[in-house]
């Protein structure tokens, strides 16, 4: 997680919404595989609860990015911070990890990624053009990244 946080709490909600999301993919995965094993009936009962992830998730999501607090700029602004962060920070510090343990299926898939998550920021930096928000986002940092959210208040209070 690269953001912020206010107070535990605030901290605890981002690791339970990863959790529960964590958990969403997870059961998923289990499905196909109970799946390709021939259980179809276990296949289901993990594609069921996984649905059920899916709404844990988003009541933590709705207590961390109050949807009255948010406007279009935000959402595209939070996004871009998130796949910066995976991109500029997370991935080239787990490569670099990966490479030490010797574990090249990991640095491959740490570069792959990394690069996707490039991907991800441009299209919502486009669209966030498009939407008049930000028109040049680089920050990663939190505090760089509160002052792009203020610039956007600032600007679209105007
Ligand atoms: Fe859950
Ligand atoms: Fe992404």
């Known amino acids: 997680m690269n953001e912020c946080y206010t107070n535990k709490t605030q901290e605890n909600l981002?690791?339970?919404f990863a959790?529960?999301?964590?958990?969403?993919?997870k059961?998923?995965?289990?499905?196909?595989?109970?799946?390709e094993l021939g259980n179809e009936e276990v296949a289901?009962?993990?594609?069921e609860t996984a649905n059920q992830e899916t709404s844990h998730a988003f009541a933590h999501l709705d207590l961390i990015y109050p949807k009255e607090e948010m406007t279009v700029e935000k959402l595209l602004e939070i996004a871009i911070?998130?796949?910066?962060?995976?991109t500029n920070q997370m991935y080239p510090?787990?490569?670099?990890?990966a490479q030490e343990e010797g574990n090249l299926a990991?640095?491959?898939?740490?570069?792959?990624?990394?690069s996707e998550s490039a991907g991800h920021?441009?299209?919502f930096q486009k669209a966030a053009k498009r939407f008049g928000a930000l028109t040049k986002v680089e920050a990663f940092h939190a505090s760089r990244y509160q002052r792009a959210l203020d610039n956007v208040k600032s600007t679209s209070s105007r």
Do not use: C, T
């Not at 059961?27 to 799946?35: E, G, M, S, T, V």
């Open 81 to 86: 911070e998130g796949e910066l962060y995976e």
């Open 121 to 123: 920021a441009e299209i």
């Open 14 to 16: 981002h690791a339970a």
């Open 106 to 114: 990991a640095v491959q898939k740490f570069q792959e990624q990394a």
């Open 27 to 35: 059961y998923l995965y289990f499905a196909k595989i109970a799946r």
């Open 19 to 25: 959790g529960e999301s964590m958990a969403n993919r």
């Open 44 to 47: 289901k009962l993990f594609e």
């Open 93 to 97: 510090e787990f490569e670099r990890i």
